[in-house]
């Protein structure tokens, strides 16, 4: 059994003489401790709320039975401050996943409650030490360096973009260095936990491969034959890399590439070569039967620059200032978050086919609760070569994309937009498979 405590905790964010920052956090750091497990493993975590409000906790890509999701107020109740809950699921698939808190997301996430969660295969591929985990946030700072929260909530942030930071942080700290031996290759599993913000990296920059997205493994190693990657929020990448000199991860959204981590290449007394012959070891996921499909019409609308759309919340349809007290912004078919009935209801085993419009003018970063799907199609842009499985996908404006997946997983499951602001303000919905 692993003990995780959500609480308060003070953590430098910023340079060394900066001060701490109050954050919450799972066992008093952000990123909350790596879990680790093996493929087929039972995972078995007794969690306790030390924070003044309720929380719990989501292992995000999991394809989990449902009342072990973590979801406040869908799957489970909210764990009350004092309170313990004991989540205790097998890890079907071998990957690159990770938890955070699923209560209020956009201000618990925000504030530092997130951390690894690391599934091996059953013969791992890459020795331990050659395996390395990068949780990559940005945070936002003021005054001295220190985390902002009176900016949290900000309605207008709800609206456009989601609460973007100031400050990159990998595992907690800046532009961290890590030692590489030489001639040797190594798995780096990289892990978008911010609130909103769209990680750009172009692993050819530093030699890099793809093995795998959002914790499935590809067959091959493929070549990024665009660039750069987008590493929407919650999104992962798995890249493989053979040391040959030191390199650094660069965020290159802006028009200066942007160092987030270093790699420092040495030769070792020991050599001991480095297995090259890795093969890497997809999960097999039950594949859509597409002529039977049942498809999804989801349309996306609101926000700035969006116009004036209706929309329902709690089944009523907001005017004027309501928008503004109900915080609600965005709809999915113009519905705002939750609703007593589900978006849709599947069959178990049913093939379902989601086609998301974007009517918005903004990115979005959709996430599918329980399940995986592959990415069919999408307007302006190729779909990835073999269809890799996901569990989020970035929509961009006037964006049509296609998802096929099996709903095999019975119960209740979210389907929203984790840009978390997004999500909290309306984008944010659930189906039930039965
Ligand atoms: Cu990463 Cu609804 O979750
Ligand atoms: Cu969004």
């Not at 995780?4 to 956090?25: M, N």
């Not at 109900?326 to 519905?335: I, L, T």
């Not at 842009?381 to 006037?398: A, H, M, N, Y």
């Given at each position: ?11 430098r964010?910023y340079?060394?003489?900066?001060p701490?920052s ?11 401790p ?5 493929k ?5 975590v ?11 906790v989501?292992?995000?890509?999991i ?23 004991v ?15 699923h ?20 013969e791992?591929?890459?020795e331990?030490?050659n ?8 945070w936002?700072?003021?005054g001295?360096?220190?985390?902002d ?5 900000s309605m207008?942030?709800?609206?456009h ?6 400050w ?12 590489l031996?030489?001639g040797?290759?190594y798995?780096?599993r990289?892990?978008?936990a911010a ?13 890099a491969t793809l ?41 290159v959204s ?12 040495s030769?070792?007394?020991t ?15 039950p594949?859509?039967d597409?002529a ?20 329902i919340y ?14 609600q912004a ?8 939750l609703?007593e009935?589900p978006f849709?209801?599947?069959r ?11 009517r918005?003018?903004?990115v ?8 995986h799907?592959?990415?069919?199609n999408r307007?302006?842009s190729?779909?990835d ?6 569990d989020?996908?970035?929509?961009g ?17 979210l ?7 997004h ?12």
């Amino acid at each position: 059994m692993f003990d995780l405590v959500a609480g308060p905790s003070r953590q430098r964010l910023y340079l060394p003489d900066a001060p701490s920052s109050e954050l919450w956090t799972y066992n008093g750091y952000a990123p909350g401790p790596e879990i680790r497990v093996k493929k087929g493993e039972r995972v078995q975590v007794r969690f306790t709320n030390k924070l003044e409000e309720p929380t719990s906790v989501h292992w995000h890509g999991i394809r989990i039975e449902n009342s072990m999701d973590g979801v406040s107020g869908l799957t489970q109740e909210p764990v009350e401050p004092g309170d313990t809950f004991v989540y205790d699921f097998v890890a079907p698939d071998a990957g690159t996943f990770w938890y955070h808190a699923h209560n209020k997301s956009w201000n618990q996430v925000a504030r530092g409650l997130y951390g690894p969660l690391i599934v091996d295969e059953v013969e791992p591929v890459f020795e331990r030490s050659n395996d390395i985990t990068l949780v990559l946030d940005d945070w936002r700072l003021a005054g001295e360096g220190v985390l902002d929260v009176a900016s949290l909530g900000s309605m207008m942030e709800w609206a456009h973009g989601g609460r973007l930071g100031n400050w990159l942080t990998v595992n907690g700290q800046s532009r961290p260095v890590t030692d590489l031996v030489r001639g040797q290759t190594y798995r780096l599993r990289l892990i978008n936990a911010a609130n909103a913000r769209v990680f750009e990296i172009d692993p050819n920059r530093f030699g890099a491969t793809l093995i795998g997205f959002d914790g499935q493994s590809f067959t091959e190693p493929a070549k990024l034959d665009y660039a750069p990657l987008m590493l929407g929020p919650a999104q992962r990448v798995d890249l493989m890399v053979v040391a040959k000199s030191d390199f650094t991860i660069e965020e290159v959204s802006g028009d200066t590439p942007y160092p987030i981590a270093g790699f420092s290449v040495s030769d070792s007394e020991t050599t001991e070569a480095s297995r090259s012959d890795k093969k890497l070891q997809p999960n097999v996921l039950p594949s859509a039967d597409l002529a039977k499909a049942r498809r999804i019409r989801l349309q996306m609308t609101g926000g700035a620059m969006g116009g004036m759309i209706d929309i329902i919340y709690k089944g009523k349809k907001l005017q004027g200032d309501d928008f503004r007290t109900a915080r609600q912004a965005w709809a999915f078919n113009g519905v705002a978050n939750l609703a007593e009935e589900p978006f849709f209801e599947a069959r178990q085993g049913e093939t379902i086919l989601v086609e998301t419009v974007n009517r918005t003018a903004w990115v979005h970063a959709m996430h599918v609760h329980g399940h995986h799907f592959q990415i069919l199609n999408r307007s302006g842009s190729d779909v990835d070569e073999g269809k890799p499985w996901r569990d989020t996908f970035l929509i961009g404006p006037d964006q049509t994309t296609e998802i096929a997946f099996v709903a095999d997983n019975p119960g209740k499951w979210l389907f929203h937009c984790h840009m978390l602001e997004h999500a909290a303000a309306g984008m944010n919905t659930w189906f039930q498979v039965t």
